[in-house]
């Protein structure tokens, strides 16, 4: 009973912790200064052997808990090559201020973006579009305002729910590590693997078929911090599709990218956005940009949004 009780509450960590020490203490004694490393490595052992033989087996990752059984990645493997088609998701901004302390860089910011849908923000630097994103992705509080995703505030999805739903390319990363440039399209996955295990072959699987998708598929052993600055950008939008996300949020995604790419990077997210029914949000300088990918446009003007309208069509003035 206790066992049964155990496995329903807390899933396999909690079964492990009933049955391992049992079986430690038959093997050892009842010296606890032997008996608790001795269960802590039986434990960990037995997790690893099941976790890779799940993996093995079926493809499969072994939920650790109830937060990973609610949270993790889904039971039935979805095939390598196959791209789904994301949920129906609604991103909604109402009266949004933000900005860093007391200082508000934009404010009464509203617009509705959708599923299959793409919102590019135009306007000149400093007038906070990548302080705009950093508060929808989390990264800061809103000062007004609310953030609504499916009708749900944003500030109460865990950071494990936000990272499976929204996904973001910044305009510059500085590579902390030589890591290999697929291991980086690899953290994109971070959001749906267990917090003890290590990424799976439909992981790799997925990673590889993001770089596959921007071309840059021959980067994926070069080591990181030797690559171009727009080989880095393709890497990071890589890590980005990797994520598998609903919402993918860009700032200036072609900024360090050279022209056959930056004509290649525009047709990838109108492609994205109506094949695989992602709801976009990316800003740029370049109003041929704009209307080259995306169904709305917005006009970001001394920290409010000047104007915003679908396209083909004319954008509606709010000042």
Same mark, same amino acid.
Not at 43 to 58: K, P
Not at 121 to 134: E, M, S
């Given at each position: ?94 009266? +949004? ?6 200082? %508000? ?33 989390? +990264? ?41 440039? +697929? ?6 996955? %971070? ?6 295990? %290590? ?25 990181? %911090? ?94």
């Amino acid at each position: 009973m206790m066992t049964a009780a155990s496995v329903a509450t807390c899933g396999m960590v909690g079964w492990v912790g009933l049955v391992i020490p049992h079986l430690a203490r038959s093997l050892v004694g009842p010296d606890y200064k032997v008996l608790l490393p001795v269960s802590l490595f039986l434990g960990s052992t037995f997790l690893l052997l099941v976790d890779d033989l799940a993996r093995v087996v079926g493809s499969l990752e072994l939920p650790l808990g109830g937060g990973d059984r609610s949270g993790g990645c889904a039971l039935v493997p979805i095939p390598a090559g196959a791209y789904q088609k994301g949920v129906d998701v609604m991103l909604e901004l109402e009266g +949004l201020a933000c900005g860093y302390g007391r200082r %508000t860089v934009v404010s009464d910011i509203s617009f509705t973006v959708e599923s299959g849908e793409n919102l590019c923000l135009l306007g000149p630097n400093g007038v906070g579009k990548t302080t705009l994103f950093r508060t929808i992705l989390g +990264l800061l509080t809103p000062q007004k305002g609310r953030i609504l995703l499916n009708g749900k505030d944003l500030a109460d999805y865990s950071l494990r729910q936000r990272a499976q739903r929204l996904a973001y390319v910044p305009q510059a990363h500085t590579p902390p590590f030589p890591f290999r440039a +697929l291991d980086v399209v690899l953290t994109g996955r %971070t959001a749906h693997i267990g917090v003890t295990a %290590t990424p799976s072959t439909r992981d790799f699987d997925i990673a590889e078929e993001s770089l596959d998708t921007l071309g840059a598929l021959d980067l994926a052993d070069r080591t990181y %911090t030797e690559l171009s600055g727009g080989e880095r950008q393709l890497i990071l939008i890589a890590r980005a599709l990797a994520q598998r996300p609903d919402v993918l949020i860009m700032d200036e995604p072609s900024s360090s990218l050279d022209f056959g790419n930056q004509t290649r990077l525009l047709a990838l997210i109108a492609s994205l956005v109506k094949h695989r029914h992602l709801a976009v949000v990316m800003s740029s300088h370049f109003p041929n940009q704009a209307f080259s990918c995306a169904s709305k446009v917005g006009l970001m003007k001394d920290g409010g949004m000047m104007a915003l309208g679908h396209w083909p069509g004319r954008c509606s003035d709010r000042g």
